[in-house]
């Protein structure tokens, strides 16, 4: 008993401390206090000049049709991968005649609303190869290079509108799959709504293509994939198939849905599909087991897949609970309450999930485990967010082998939280600190409207993955073999650029001629770009160290337009600038018309001075 009672005097003396110090200086400490989390806190943050953060934080850029690339712990901007929109700052799809221009413009509008990118992996781990990304408006998916961080394929998804939900097909990643959640007629485009069903499509993660789709009556959403190659999930919310959202939410339970891919596989070789628009189309009605639906509670959003493989999580959204599914026997095994408006969940790797409310405006985390198995204390944190979350993210969570450090919180709203620029107000990010007991909300950073989804990626993974200079492609233009070829009204030139001159430094061109620049940026050093803007001709080309971009434009009436250099790449950049002198039709065409002449020659060795004089 003795030491327990010094041990209860040591305290009551400690809280008597405590105590006291708050009746005389209440403020003074928790000022101090504040004081000193801030401090700690910006500390955990700090990335000096120089170094490097520890991952790549890939936010999707929602109605900004692109995605936003942001170091953590920094918070700090990287980069803007262009996808779904022109990005003059890039070179990308902003010249019409353009590879990227004609890739963007062939498959659809030029503008998107991306919301979840998906990055590749192997072994349950990311494998830095591929990003994945959905347009959720125009039913497109995207590939992204990791290589390069620049938009590798594009290709238009057939009968399905609203194209959500995105996932990987995994373990194998030889799929990755989307969610038609708007209902429409596929086969007669009647507007009969008693027709109305949708699709999850399937595509080769590679080529894009859609390799099958399985339909049935009512949406999905959001998907996520089992561990183990047998079933993919969606959550649905219109099992209504309503066409009023006081009908899409008549029901106390819609469900989640799981496809078995094998099975479908096998129906597609076995022939049980309707061609639709070139695709196979499994009716799920007509091939028993391939589609089975989990009724689960109200209007459900987020689906997430446990890293271990067992569980399918869907949380409620109009209900406050997660439903947690056992995703090999597809049963419901547990519906612990979480909070209102429960979204999205992510998972650290100590047995944890974090779940976001949109309602609450908080991030809730508790314990898988016990939620299971019924006990009082499942809820471990809650942390206040501002405001409005949608999508949250931990470290890893998608693979099968979650970090547990950082989790970013991607918010609606930020109602002031940042310097206001009118009406119009940023989406707000919190970088929250994971790794301990509490929760700790670390920063805040803006972004551009309006990223649903992030994955992280550390940068051990891709540190021998990205380039620093292109290859050299086929096409390049080689130094010294810069040229002009004519072909009546087409004319090619051929040019390189290094620091700090473009070859040729200038060419002629008859008015209304075919003209197409092949620009080969000829620099072995890292991050020297060049760029060229043509004045008048809407042209605006960006290339990085190894890159060739080939723009063709007509040339517009006679004159001279001085092509410049758009990055400030030496000292010499101002003077990196060439001309293009456009001619009326049938006037020759000088093939060297910055050959100093003979005349010039002699007047310059007499001392002649050529161009202004200060004397
Ligand atoms: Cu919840 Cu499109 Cu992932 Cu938005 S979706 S939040
Ligand atoms: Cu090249 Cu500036
Ligand atoms: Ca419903």
């Not at 990791?146 to 194209?163: D, Y």
């Not at 997660?322 to 992510?346: N, S």
């Not at 309006?450 to 990205?466: C, G, M, Q, S, T």
Request: glycine fraction near 8%; aromatic fraction near 8%.
């Amino acid at each position: 008993m003795k030491p327990i009672s010094i041990l209860t005097v040591v305290a009551a003396l400690a809280i008597g401390t405590v105590a006291f110090l708050g009746c005389n200086s209440d403020s003074t400490s928790r000022k101090q206090k504040s004081a000193a989390a801030a401090a700690s806190a910006a500390q955990q943050v700090y990335v000096a000049p120089g170094k490097l953060d520890d991952y790549y934080a890939i936010l999707s850029g929602g109605q900004s049709g692109s995605m936003f690339v942001y170091g953590i712990p920094s918070c700090r901007f990287i980069k803007e991968i262009a996808v779904f929109e022109p990005r003059a700052g890039q070179g990308y799809a902003n010249n019409p005649g353009s590879e990227s221009y004609k890739r963007l413009a062939a498959s659809g509008p030029m503008w998107g609303d991306t919301h979840h990118p998906v990055l590749s992996q192997t072994d349950g781990k990311y494998d830095g190869k591929w990003l994945w990304i959905n347009d959720k408006a125009n039913d497109r998916i995207a590939k992204v290079d990791l290589r390069t961080f620049e938009t590798a394929e594009i290709k238009t998804v057939p009968n399905i509108q609203g194209s959500h939900g995105l996932a990987a097909y995994l373990p194998s990643c030889k799929y990755v799959f989307v969610n038609g959640e708007l209902e429409t007629d596929h086969t007669s485009n009647t507007g009969d709504a008693t027709k109305y069903r949708s699709v999850i499509a399937f595509l080769d993660a590679q080529t894009l293509e859609t390799k099958f789709q399985v339909s049935f009556v009512g949406n999905a959403d959001i998907a996520s994939s089992g561990k183990d190659g047998r079933y993919v999930f969606s959550t649905m919310y219109n099992t209504e198939n309503a066409l009023s959202s006081e009908g899409m939410i008549e029901r106390d339970r819609d469900a989640v849905g799981a496809i078995d891919v094998p099975l479908a596989e096998k129906a597609v070789a076995e022939g049980k599909f309707t061609k639709i628009n070139g695709v196979p189309v499994i009716e799920s009605e007509k091939v028993p087991g391939v589609l089975t639906l989990i009724p689960v509670p109200k209007n459900p959003h987020g689906c997430n897949v446990t890293p271990d493989g067992k569980y399918v999580l869907a949380s409620g959204k109009l209900s406050p609970t997660v439903t947690i599914i056992d995703a090999h026997t597809l049963k419901v095994i547990a519906e612990p309450e979480v909070g209102l408006g429960p979204l999205h969940t992510t998972f650290d790797n100590r047995g944890n999930c974090y779940t976001s409310l949109f309602v609450d405006s908080q991030i809730v985390k508790w314990n898988l485990e016990k939620a299971i198995k019924g006990a009082n204390d499942y809820i471990v944190d809650r942390v206040d967010v501002h405001y409005n979350v949608g999508h949250t993210k931990a470290a890893g969570a998608d693979t099968s082998y979650p970090s547990g450090d950082w989790l970013i919180s991607l918010n609606k709203l930020s109602k002031g939280m940042f310097l206001p620029v009118g009406p119009g107000m940023p989406e707000s990010q919190e970088l929250i600190d994971i790794s301990g007991d509490k929760m700790r909300v670390i920063a805040a950073f803006p972004s551009l409207p309006e990223p649903h989804d992030a994955v992280f990626i550390h940068r051990k993974v891709l540190e021998n993955v990205v380039v620093q200079t292109h290859h050299l492609e086929p096409t390049a233009v080689k130094l010294g073999e810069e040229k002009v070829v004519r072909n009546g009204s087409k004319v090619d030139v051929f040019m390189t650029c290094i620091r700090s001159k473009f070859v040729p430094e200038a060419f002629e061109v008859h008015e209304g001629d075919d003209v197409t620049i092949h620009l080969t940026n000829v620099e072995t050093v890292r991050d020297m770009t060049h760029g060229v803007a043509i004045p008048r001709h809407g042209i605006n080309i960006a290339v990085d160290p190894g890159q060739t971009t080939v723009v063709p434009f007509k040339a517009l009436k006679q004159g001279t337009y001085w092509y410049y250099c758009t990055w400030f790449c030496s000292a010499l950049h101002l003077e990196m600038r060439g001309r293009m002198i456009v001619k009326p039709t049938g006037e020759p065409l000088n093939e060297n018309p910055n050959a100093v002449s003979k005349a010039e020659k002699v007047a310059s060795a007499a001392g002649e001075k050529k161009g202004a004089s200060y004397e």
